[in-house]
């Protein structure tokens, strides 16, 4: 499963190739209309389905429980208001031994600007509340032992859990294979 696939390119282009000829793979995000847009993008592939879902949600559609062998998600939870509930998901989700590859922006500029917006009283009221809280390890000096401390209290088995600076060319394909 890929968590918040967005248009389906990085499941379509990077994902599917690297699982092999067998593997199918779900596209999940929570915008209806970017899940449309990979259905029909990508209606040719028979190992590609994509679904609307909000990986915060408290009641995970038992479909999938303990249904997938790998999960992955890039650039996509530091956007939840609740980190906790969406790694509890991830986690049910995944068969026994199942692997998990996350990639979490932890502390960038932009969210300093948007926390700076959504507390001016000049623009508050156009801040949804969902981004009242997003970031989780914005400007937190320890940001990896916090990651890895969260994901084992769920249950996970931290493998590796590492912090970076980077900076993106803007190409999914150059920006994953940097990030390994």
């Known amino acids: 499963m ?9 499941t379509k282009e990077i994902l599917l190739p690297a699982l092999g000829s067998a593997a199918q793979i779900i ?9 449309e847009y990979a259905k029909k993008t990508f209606n040719d592939e028979k190992r590609l389905q994509f679904e609307v879902l909000d990986i915060q949600t408290k009641s995970l559609p038992e479909k999938y429980i303990c249904e997938f062998d790998h999960v992955f998600s890039s650039h996509t939870l530091q956007w939840c208001n609740n980190i906790r509930q969406a790694l509890t998901n991830i986690y049910e989700m995944l068969r026994y031994n199942g692997t998990t590859l ?18 001016d009283i000049r623009f508050a009221q ?7 809280t997003i970031a989780p390890f914005q400007n937190r000096s320890n940001a990896r032992n ?15 859990c590492s912090l970076r600076e980077a900076t993106s060319s803007g190409k999914p394909e150059i920006f994953l294979s940097e990030s390994c």
């Open 2 to 10: 890929d968590i918040g696939c967005g248009s389906g390119n990085v």
């Open 126 to 132: 156009y801040a949804p509340d969902n981004m009242k």
């Open 102 to 119: 996350l990639y979490i922006i932890a502390s960038h500029n932009v969210y300093d600007v948007l926390n700076t917006l959504i507390h």
């Open 27 to 35: 596209g999940t995000d929570i915008s209806k209309n970017m899940i």
């Open 146 to 160: 916090e990651l890895t401390e969260l994901l084992q209290s769920i249950g996970f088995k931290v493998h590796h």
